[in-house]
């Protein structure tokens, strides 16, 4: 680490990590430190202890990035083929499970909508694998070289209250197709179901190809578990997808990171395109699990010329208007 975390970067994740965290997040000097709670209906989880250490489930972040630094090197041993498993069993345990952790996402988060949190889970199938690793060759008078992709080891990673799980199933298939193992930090107030999904693809990994904690997660993540990633020397590379404290923190981190933050995407209708495509698409990418996608549309530039004509569009299409100014 070149640097520490600055402190008011850390209020900013307190208020954007923990805010939904039993209401508001906590104000300065008080804690915000959530109380442990049960993750599944393990027989651990029922004796109030929590299946720590175990599949991927950790309470200790550092103890977690040891362990997911031991299932990369275990994940290296089994190739390409390997990482391809994993794929595979993360996509069809997402599919058969879509309708149920979709609706524990939801009673968990209370945002969005169960049809969508479902068809973002079943659609995980389309997520890009191994085919990507393509290498790349070179040859000429002076002999030949070869270009190929190489893991970075453990990823640390960040996950929304938005999509909790579609997100976190995402970034494994992503990293272990590229040969990475995962330590999750994700949101607490969609923390419980985050924790349930990793269990589940560990113990399937497991039981595959006997890595136990491919995926790790921090059952009960705070501000200093977050902190404890970021600073953990088996931690190569960040992955945090939230708002802006937490993007802002993690940039600043002294650790390499790819980041998505916020976004307002705008959408420019000038009439070269069909406008009742046009509002069909605009309507549907805006209302989808309300809103919440940050690539999902915000706002509409339209060019006078085409401008009633869309608006007609829109509102043949679902839109409703407000007013008439």
């Known amino acids: 680490?070149?640097?520490?975390?600055?402190?008011?970067?850390?209020?900013?994740?307190?208020?954007?990590?923990?805010?939904?965290?039993?209401?508001?997040?906590?104000?300065?000097?008080?804690?915000?430190?959530?109380?442990?709670?049960?993750?599944?209906?393990?027989?651990?989880?029922?004796?109030?202890?929590?299946?720590?250490?175990?599949?991927?489930?950790?309470?200790?972040?550092?103890?977690?990035?040891?362990?997911?630094?031991?299932?990369?090197?275990?994940?290296?041993?089994?190739?390409?083929?390997?990482?391809?498993?994993?794929?595979?069993?993360?996509?069809?345990?997402?599919?058969?499970?879509?309708?149920?952790?979709?609706?524990?996402?939801?009673?968990?988060?209370?945002?969005?909508?169960?049809?969508?949190?479902?068809?973002?889970?079943?659609?995980?199938?389309?997520?890009?694998?191994?085919?990507?690793l393509n290498p790349y060759g070179l040859s000429g008078d002076h002999g030949i070289a070869l270009e190929e992709y190489a893991p970075f080891g453990v990823i640390g990673a960040v996950t929304p209250s938005t999509h909790s799980i579609p997100t976190m199933a995402c970034n494994v298939i992503s990293m272990a197709a590229a040969g990475n193992a995962a330590v999750f930090n994700p949101h607490p107030g969609a923390a419980k179901c985050a924790v349930k999904a990793a269990r589940v693809f560990n113990e399937a990994i497991h039981r595959e190809l006997g890595i136990e904690n491919l995926a790790c997660i921090v059952e009960s993540p705070t501000l200093e578990s977050f902190q404890a990633i970021a600073q953990s020397e088996h931690v190569r590379l960040l992955c945090v997808t939230g708002g802006p404290g937490v993007v802002k923190a993690a940039m600043q981190s002294g650790k390499r990171a790819v980041c998505a933050g916020p976004g307002n995407p705008p959408v420019l209708v000038d009439g070269t395109g069909c406008l009742e495509r046009a509002a069909q698409c605009v309507v549907f990418g805006a209302a989808y699990d309300n809103n919440l996608l940050c690539i999902g549309e915000k706002e509409v530039f339209v060019l006078d010329s085409v401008f009633d004509r869309f608006m007609a569009a829109l509102e043949k299409n679902g839109a409703v208007r407000l007013n008439d100014a």
Request: aromatic letters at 4%; charged letters at 25%; a neutral charge.
């Open 1 to 132: 680490m070149n640097s520490a975390i600055n402190e008011n970067l850390i209020r900013d994740v307190i208020e954007e990590v923990l805010g939904r965290l039993n209401g508001p997040g906590p104000a300065p000097g008080q804690s915000g430190t959530p109380k442990p709670a049960p993750a599944c209906g393990c027989p651990d989880a029922k004796r109030g202890v929590g299946a720590r250490g175990r599949f991927g489930v950790f309470q200790d972040a550092g103890e977690a990035c040891a362990a997911a630094q031991e299932a990369f090197e275990q994940l290296s041993e089994k190739g390409v083929a390997g990482r391809n498993k994993v794929i595979h069993l993360i996509k069809e345990i997402c599919y058969a499970n879509a309708t149920d952790w979709g609706r524990i996402e939801l009673e968990e988060t209370r945002i969005g909508r169960l049809d969508h949190k479902i068809e973002k889970l079943k659609g995980l199938r389309g997520v890009p694998g191994v085919e990507f």
